[in-house]
């Protein structure tokens, strides 16, 4: 019979790499949350009507990376490759951004049938936020600096932020017309996707990555010409915001996203850490998007993180340290086993966050440290019928030095505590 395996481009995250992913997250999460956001909780299945509408029927992830299928009812449905359109929907669905400043994050799985390669996955996790209510430069830089300190508390350096204005839809209207003149008069440089672009949606050939057409692409003419007085005092606004943070930047007006919703802002951040898939979060504006969709003209503006990508970029944080338990109890004997269920519980009740591991399935001393070690337990506690009968509880480190000691039970939960508050700091520092 042939191997079960899991599907190309989609991954098993096993211990004790879960434990960094969950630092990952928590620290995230809590960023996020230092600055009002709130969590939303979407489906994993939507109507592919949403993502056509949204994203754009003419962008690579709805024309050829979309797991769309139809269900029994004959619905056709997808699994969502974002997460702006399913949280624009909901809001619109439950009318709750209607006349309010709404500041919502998820995060999750979403799915890209693309050519899997590093850091590029058909099943990837995003972290994203999305305001809504706010047409200001004011939240668009409050979200880089909620990036900027999610780098931060991650202790991820060297990243690169790029920005850049897409302008209102009139003024990307005027660009498209003089972009597509350019382009059809250098027809013939152009390879057999930017031709078929070049009526269907232009603006993506600016991000084409064949280097023979680079000439042509430099050639074309800017955009921020066509910008606007409104979208370029946005922009500068938004530059004098980041300059006043302190926030480094480089514009690139060639950064136009893969998603056709964003109008003005958009901007990534980028490392070059990681070969081609060098994009860890991006974002930007979509002011149409709600009212495109069905609701009441609503600014808004978000941005999602590549988890698996921000994953490669971590330092050196100790996974191994970080998933193992911190102590493992061995009990020989009846007596000893009955003590320790009850300590177990007790422990658990009493020394907040702790991992403790209750040997289970007998064995002798030796059998049990076998196990104890294999753990990755810091700690074994040992209760043998001599201990028992006395109340009393050996703490015998298993790894580093320290000696043992014998301890009644509340100079055990004392020692717990510090040595549990300790591990739990020393391996991310
Ligand atoms: P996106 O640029 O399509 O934007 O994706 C955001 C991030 O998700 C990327 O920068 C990258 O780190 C990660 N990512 C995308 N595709 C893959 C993949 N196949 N494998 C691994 N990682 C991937 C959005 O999704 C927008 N919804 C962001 C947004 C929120 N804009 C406004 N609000």
């Known amino acids: 019979m042939k191997k079960l395996q899991s599907v190309r481009g989609m991954h098993d995250v096993l211990p004790p790499e879960t ?17 009002g956001y709130q969590e939303i ?14 994203i754009g029927e003419v962008t690579d992830i709805v024309e050829k990376e979309m797991y769309t299928f139809r269900d029994r009812n004959g619905d056709s449905l997808s699994l969502r490759p974002e997460g702006t359109a399913g949280c624009v929907r909901a809001g619109i ?25 590093k850091g590029r996955y058909r099943q990837f996790h995003q972290i994203g936020v999305e305001a809504f209510g706010m047409a200001g430069p004011d939240v668009d830089a409050e979200q880089i600096l909620l990036c900027r ?12 932020l790029e920005i850049n204005s897409l302008g209102d839809l009139p003024d990307r209207r005027a660009y498209r017309e003089r972009l597509v003149a350019h382009l059809r008069e250098h027809r013939d440089a152009l390879d057999a996707e930017a031709l078929r672009r070049l009526e269907t949606n232009p603006l993506r050939i600016l991000d084409s990555k064949n280097p023979a ?86 600014p808004a503006a978000g941005f999602a993180i590549g988890l698996e990508r921000v994953a490669e970029l971590l330092p050196d944080w100790d996974a191994e340290t970080l998933a193992s338990p911190d102590a493992y109890l061995v009990a020989v004997g009846a007596e000893a086993e009955r003590f320790s269920r009850g300590l177990a519980e ?11 591991v209750a040997n289970c399935g007998d064995g002798s001393f030796k059998a049990q440290f076998k196990r104890a070690d294999r753990s990755g337990a810091a700690l ?50």
């Open 19 to 35: 434990a960094l992913w969950r630092e990952m997250e928590q620290r995230i999460v809590a960023a996020v949350e230092a600055y």
């Open 41 to 54: 909780r979407l489906p994993i299945v939507e109507h592919t009507e949403l993502f056509a509408r949204s």
């Open 93 to 117: 669905q439950h009318g709750f951004l209607h006349n309010r400043q709404q500041r919502l994050w998820y995060a999750g799985p979403m799915f890209r049938h693309e050519r899997p390669q």
């Open 149 to 160: 300190r999610i780098w931060e508390v991650l202790g991820i350096q060297g990243l690169r």
């Open 213 to 298: 057409l680079r000439p042509v692409i430099e050639a074309a003419p800017a955009f921020h010409e066509f910008l606007s007085k409104a979208a370029r005092d946005h922009y500068e606004g938004l530059k004098r915001l980041l300059d006043e943070a302190g926030v480094a930047y480089v514009q690139n007006p060639r950064l136009v996203r893969g998603l056709d919703y964003y109008n003005r802002t958009v901007f990534e951040w980028v490392t070059d850490r990681l070969g081609a898939q060098g994009t860890v979060c991006a974002g930007g504006r979509y002011d149409g998007l709600v009212e495109q969709l069905g609701g009441r003209s609503t």
């Open 346 to 356: 007790r422990l658990r009740d009493q020394v907040p966050g702790l991992r403790l």
């Open 380 to 429: 074994a506690l040992v209760v043998g019928e001599e201990e028992a009968a006395r109340g009393m509880v050996t703490l015998k480190p298993l790894r580093g030095s320290g000696e043992q000691v014998q301890l009644d039970e509340s100079a055990l939960v004392a020692e717990l505590r510090t040595r549990v508050h300790a591990r739990r700091r020393e391996n991310t520092e």
